[in-house]
Nanobody, 117 residues
């Protein structure tokens, strides 16, 4: 079993930036892919970005050019750098591991991101 713990959420103004972190309880090398989902109130959960060995990334169209997913294998941590944030990015962001279609083997507890002036 793997525990995923997110951090880094908060309140930010439109146009601002945040970096989310997802710390895993063991090595992430064997967990492919890892990624981030988000869920806004009243909406379905949606996939934001993924990363898989040896570092290949994918992004949803609505975050391309603004968000960057990365990982630090030595720290067992996956990051989501979010720039040029918009109010519509407001959601609970979840870290996930072992993503396959719309399901994942492991989930974090979520971290709230609110973009508002």
């Amino acid at each position: 079993q793997v525990q995923l713990v997110e951090s880094g959420g908060g309140l930010v103004q439109p146009g601002g930036s945040l970096r989310l972190s997802c710390a895993a309880s063991r090595s992430i090398l064997g967990i492919n892919p890892m990624g981030w989902y988000r869920q806004a109130p009243g909406k379905e959960r949606e996939l934001v970005a993924t990363i898989r060995s040896p570092g290949r990334t994918t992004y949803a169209d609505f975050v391309k050019g603004r968000f960057t997913i990365s990982r630090d294998i030595a720290k067992n941590t996956v990051y989501l750098q979010m720039n040029s944030l918009k109010p519509e990015d407001t959601a609970v962001y979840y870290c996930a591991g072992g993503i396959n279609g719309g399901v994942a083997d492991y989930w974090g507890q979520g971290t709230q991101v609110t973009v508002s002036s």
